[in-house]
């Protein structure tokens, strides 16, 4: 039995690390998709932790820099929304509440030197579609990155 | 089964009211206006006062100083949001149906983008003439 559970735990574990930059399964809420997706794209519930989740709901009159308040019912949907698929564990927590943050986005991002983030075509850490061009659709594996034209993953 | 019955009928009735009720420009256009004529009984939406509106630098917010910045000069086409580059819907409800159908959609929108953009929230005069401005 126990052989069994260990077996399935890394199983899981192996499919969990396989998925990490890849077409990770997409929870989907259409509230969380419109609300959230309307100035940025939707990021992935599993990005952050549930209590990350918890600060940045709480403060969405402050939400880097706009005021993305929501209607409380919406706000209470997409939060219990974000919380049943946060991500566990410190690496998907930040101090800031921004993925970007994170330890597990600096360590898939590594390559990236920093002159390529604030290249103009790029911008931010936080435009995803950037070069994950597929990211709305889901796809967010390494054969979906498109680095937008002229830049190269090491270029500083 | 008579209660169950009685919950479809129920069900039936608000889905399809539901849909007689939903908004349209036109719709949200008047009944903007109506509020407008309350203070000024003179009011009609003007697309020229909107399309002023919608050009004019307000210079309130350092990143979004005019309404142009994320939706750009061409309402029929793609707008672009000024600090995430998140590609936005065109404005026009003559190439995007979906744009002013719904009445919480827009009250959210005008709420968040006027208190940026102009420093305060919109009167129901400017968004009457908005809307005008957009529809044509």
């Given at each position: ?14 499919s969990l690390?396989h998925a990490e930059g890849g077409k990770f399964s997409q929870p989907n809420n259409p509230k969380w998709k419109a609300e959230c997706g309307s100035?940025h794209i939707a990021y992935p519930p599993r990005l952050l ?32 929304f974000l919380?049943l698929n946060a991500g ?11 993925i970007?943050?994170?330890?597990w986005f600096?360590?898939e ?18 435009n995803c579609t950037a070069c994950h061009i597929n990211a709305e659709k889901g796809d967010w594996s390494e054969r979906g990155v498109r ?10 | ?85 998140k590609r ?49």
């Open positions: 039995m126990m052989n069994y559970f260990s077996a399935l735990v890394l199983f899981l574990g192996c690390a100035c932790t549930a209590g990350d989740w918890g600060h940045v709901m709480g403060s969405l009159d402050k939400h880097f820099g706009a005021n993305a308040t929501l209607d409380a019912k919406d706000a209470e949907e997409i939060l219990d919380r566990s564990g410190s690496r998907h927590a930040a101090a800031t509440f921004r970007s943050d994170t330890e600096a360590r991002h590594h390559e990236i030197s920093a002159g390529v983030w604030s290249n103009p075509a790029i911008k931010s850490r936080a680095m937008p034209k002229g830049i190269s993953r090491e270029h500083d | 089964m008579p209660y169950q019955r009685s919950l479809c009928t129920v069900l039936l009735f608000l889905s399809s009211t539901s849909l007689v009720l939903a908004e349209t420009p036109a719709s949200l256009i008047s009944g903007y206006a109506a509020e407008a004529a309350k203070t000024s009984p003179a009011f009609a939406p003007s697309a020229q006062r909107g399309q002023a509106f919608f050009t004019r630098e307000w210079g309130i917010s350092q990143k979004m100083p005019n309404c142009t910045v994320c939706h750009g000069k061409n309402l029929k086409v793609d707008g672009k949001h000024v600090v995430t580059d936005i819907d065109p404005m026009s409800p003559t190439v995007n149906p979906e744009r002013f159908t719904s009445f919480k959609k827009a009250e959210k929108w005008f709420k968040r983008n006027c208190t940026e953009v102009t420093g305060r929230e919109c009167t129901a005069a400017e968004k009457a003439d908005f809307i005008q401005f957009v529809s044509q």
